[in-house]
Structure formats: C-alpha cells, structure tokens
C-alpha cells in the first residue's frame, strides 16, 4: 500500500473549521483514501472515505485534489470532542485486505 | 449489535507466562484482525483472518498465535509474554471491503 505524510499536530479553536491535510503522492488508481480518528483511550474509529471525487458525512467532509496526490479532512466546526488522533490511510479496492497505520495528526482544540 | 467486544479490558502478566485476548464480534464480519498500539505511535497489523480456517501474518506476528474457528470470534495468544509486548491491543471487523470496525482495546502490562 502507498504511504501517507500527515503533520504531526495541529491545533484549532472549538467552533471554528479544521482542515486537516495527507500527503500521498504514490497513489495508484485504485487506492481509496480512509480517514479514521482515534478518541483518547479508545479505539480508532471511521471517519470518512472517498476515492475520486469530495465527499460529505455527518461527521466531515474530504476533499480530494485533482491528481488525487493529497487530501484534506474537513472538520466544519471544531468541538471539544474532535480532539483526537486523525489517520489518513490508503487501501487498495481489490487487493488491499489491511489498514496500515501510520502516525497519524494529533488535534487540539482549545475552547 | 454490541459491535466488537475484547476482553479483558486490562491485564498484568509476569514474563514467560502465556495468556489469550478474546475478541468477538456479532455482526458476521468475514474479515477479522489484531493490532497492537504502542506510546505515541500508530497501530501496527499483528495477525488477520478473511473467514473461519484461515488467517494469516501481519507486520509483527512473532510471539503471538492466533485461530479462527467460527466467524464471530478471533483470539490471540500470547505463548510466552515478554515486557516488549507491553502494549494496548486493539480487535477490528469488517466486511470485506467495508470500513473497520475496532473494539475499545486491551491494555497489556507485562513485567
């Protein structure tokens, strides 16, 4: 599976938006982009995924560039609650059975 | 459903003793697996299973069995626990190639 860059933290005030941004540059055409978040002292849990085109759920948006080469989750409005540790993973849609893990973002939100 | 289910939620161990995590999920989820997540850092695939009777290696199987004999459970066993296997332990599902379902985790200390 290609890998993804993601920044090590960021930080965002409560209410306000977060765009949180994955780097994969090795992409290939049939590699879908999951997101998913991990709440203190739990385990990760789905977020979001898309393959092409932006996509929205109750819970964020992701848009995904062009050349498919980054993407960004979009929070629409921070809450306390959001702070957590945000993965962006690549999964291949034919071949892809694992998740791999990377890093991940951690957030911060500040009220 | 109660989703995916682990026990026990905390366990201690001595170095050399053996031990079995449970994991059970009610959602007949074809795809089952293991990861352990240490400070700081991502989650790393420990084992896996597509369906009953078959499982298969992660990034770091060592040290750790594991079967699947009915759809609904996947166990993992710790043969000869040792301190670097101090971790917390997370259980997944899915249908394949849905999104992941995780359980809440094991913390496990071994001294």
């Known amino acids: 599976d290609a890998k993804t860059t993601q920044p090590n933290s960021m930080e965002s005030n409560e209410e306000e938006p977060v765009h949180l941004p994955c780097n994969h540059s090795?992409?290939?055409?049939?590699?879908?982009i999951h997101w998913y978040r991990q709440l203190p002292s739990q385990g990760p849990e789905y977020v979001i995924h898309?393959?092409?085109s932006n996509v929205n759920n109750r819970m964020a948006s992701l848009a995904i560039a062009e050349d498919r080469k980054s993407s960004t989750l979009i929070l629409h409005r921070a809450t306390l609650r959001d702070a957590a540790v945000y993965y962006c993973?690549?999964?291949?849609?034919?071949?892809?059975?694992?998740?791999?893990f990377g890093p991940g973002t951690r957030l911060s939100v500040l009220p | 459903n109660a989703g995916v289910t682990q026990t026990p939620k905390f366990q201690v161990l001595k170095t050399g003793q053996s031990m079995t995590l449970q994991c059970a999920q009610d959602?007949?989820?074809?795809?089952m697996s293991w990861y352990r997540q240490d400070p700081g850092m991502g989650l790393r695939l420990i084992h896996y299973?597509?369906?009953?009777?078959?499982?298969d290696q992660g990034e770091v199987p060592n040290g750790y069995n594991v079967s699947r004999s009915t759809t609904e459970d996947f166990p993992l066993r710790l043969l000869s626990a040792a301190p670097s296997q101090t971790s917390v332990y997370f259980c997944?599902?899915?249908?394949?190639?849905?999104?992941?379902?995780f359980g809440p985790g094991t913390r496990l200390l071994v001294l």
């Open positions: 959602m007949n989820h074809e795809y």
């Open positions: 993973i690549l999964r291949d849609a034919y071949y892809g059975q694992n998740f791999v």
């Open positions: 997944a599902s899915r249908r394949i190639p849905e999104t992941q379902y």
């Open positions: 090795t992409i290939s055409g049939t590699d879908y």
């Open positions: 299973s597509v369906g009953a009777g078959i499982t």
């Open positions: 898309g393959l092409t």
